[in-house]
């Protein structure tokens, strides 16, 4: 009885919130149309008719009145039946007899109505951070605080819920949120960044007592979300811009890094154990390939904090991390990898792009071959796309190797330091 009053409750909450912006758009509409009409100068001509008419405007007023009643009782009809179809489509997806955490689902199904506007607006409109939209986010919030308490501590769905409700809106575009400058602390940026680190990590690390909900949601999307945070992890040194060589001498976060190469590498052993999501991997290469992408920058990262500390070495782990890492997602002459099994072209050269041709991962490539005499996957992938001054004589490997050494002087000098080459 509680549940059944609680989705009476909540259908009645969406449908008040959604006829609210209905009612505000409407007005709105209504004052710049009589804006238009006094500005064309008509305004004299309502007013005579008034004096001349008065009964017939009355009556005619009042047909009005009962036609936008009718319009609006046929409007509510519309959005509480639409809510009302979106909440049972929910609550039979993911409230079968083969789901679990069922008190807690009742919210999440709730949720994922409100989301279903949230996203919407996302996607063909605005940004998640749009005061207009923030009504819902409220509500998301609420909603996520009451149904989490009936989630077990180690379940982890809790971490499904973060990231499809708060992370997702941000991650499917790569947005940072509203008021991000390179050179200033972005608190709020902060937050998204930690809020989805917990994520991931709840979802890693959690059991899950509803397998659907592990394998359309887990399984799927952790790639993603792990890109997601590597891209904005910089942040959590309180800038953007500039932010890597901190990052890189932070042991935490490098820590951290290390954590999520291993959580990485367990859910490709979980892949394997599910059909579903092996034909899903399978339709969707993209997922594969940004986990691929997502190993190799972490170990990359990995790689450049043991520089830093003076640890570097040829032999270490992380420097076979990479190796193999990049050369999984470049693949060889006898296989082809997932990037190039994907069906968007452009997608598959951004992402090549990423591992190949970005200046980290060109200096990956010169201090290995410099300071340890191995070749990397792709390394022999040099044009001038990263040149935009004038020609000269020099060769654009010559270019290449100049603009590295400017950027990563400190690098560099540490590596020549250590093995004494000038």
């Not at 409750?9 to 409407?26: D, E, N």
């Not at 949120?177 to 050179?183: D, I, L, R, Y």
């Not at 490709?268 to 969707?284: A, G, N």
Request: glycine residues 4%; proline residues 3%.
């Amino acid at each position: 009885m509680i549940h059944l009053l609680w989705s009476v409750f909540f259908l009645f909450l969406v449908t008040a919130l959604v006829v609210s912006y209905i009612i505000v758009g409407s007005f709105l509409f209504i004052a710049i149309k009589r804006v238009i009409i006094f500005f064309k100068k008509k305004q004299w001509v309502i007013q005579d008719y008034y004096h001349h008419t008065t009964n017939y405007l009355k009556e005619k007023t009042l047909k009005r009145q009962q036609k936008y009643k009718q319009q609006a009782k046929f409007v509510l009809f519309v959005i509480l039946s639409f809510n009302l179809f979106l909440y049972v489509t929910y609550k039979v997806e993911w409230m079968g007899d083969n789901n679990a955490n069922l008190n807690a689902k009742q919210y999440w199904v709730a949720g994922q109505v409100v989301y279903s506007y949230r996203d919407l607006y996302t996607k063909l409109i605005g940004h998640p951070d749009d005061n207009i939209i923030r009504p819902f986010t409220w509500l998301q919030e609420w909603i996520y605080q009451q149904g989490s308490q009936y989630l077990p501590k180690d379940d982890g769905e809790i971490g499904v819920w973060a990231d499809i409700w708060f992370i997702h809106p941000y991650s499917q575009r790569l947005l940072y949120t509203k008021g991000v400058s390179g050179h200033r602390v972005s608190p709020l940026m902060m937050a998204l960044v930690e809020r989805s680190w917990f994520s991931l990590q709840k979802m890693a690390t959690g059991k899950y007592a509803d397998k659907q909900i592990m394998e359309h949601y887990y399984y799927r999307n952790f790639p993603s979300r792990a890109f997601y945070y590597l891209a904005n992890k910089g942040f959590l040194t309180g800038r953007s811009q500039g932010s890597a060589k901190k990052y890189r001498q932070n042991d935490k976060l490098l820590n951290r890094d290390r954590q999520l190469i291993a959580w990485l590498d367990e859910l490709q052993d979980k892949w394997q154990v599910s059909p579903k999501t092996l034909t899903f991997i399978q339709q969707h290469p993209k997922v594969e390939a940004l986990l691929q992408l997502t190993q190799q920058m972490l170990a990359g990262d990995l790689m450049f904090g043991s520089v830093f500390k003076r640890k570097f070495s040829c032999d270490t782990p992380e420097v076979e991390q990479y190796l193999n890492y990049r050369l999984a997602f470049i693949g060889d002459e006898h296989t082809k990898s997932a990037f190039q099994r994907m069906q968007s072209q452009e997608q598959a050269k951004r992402l090549y792009g990423i591992a190949v041709k970005t200046y980290i991962s060109r200096m990956s490539s010169y201090i290995l071959a410099r300071f340890c005499n191995i070749k990397t996957a792709g390394e022999d992938v040099i044009d001038d796309a990263h040149f935009t001054y004038k020609p000269s004589r020099r060769t654009p490997k010559e270019r290449l190797e100049e603009s590295i050494k400017s950027i990563f002087r400190e690098e560099i000098n540490i590596l020549e330091e250590m093995y004494h080459d000038n």
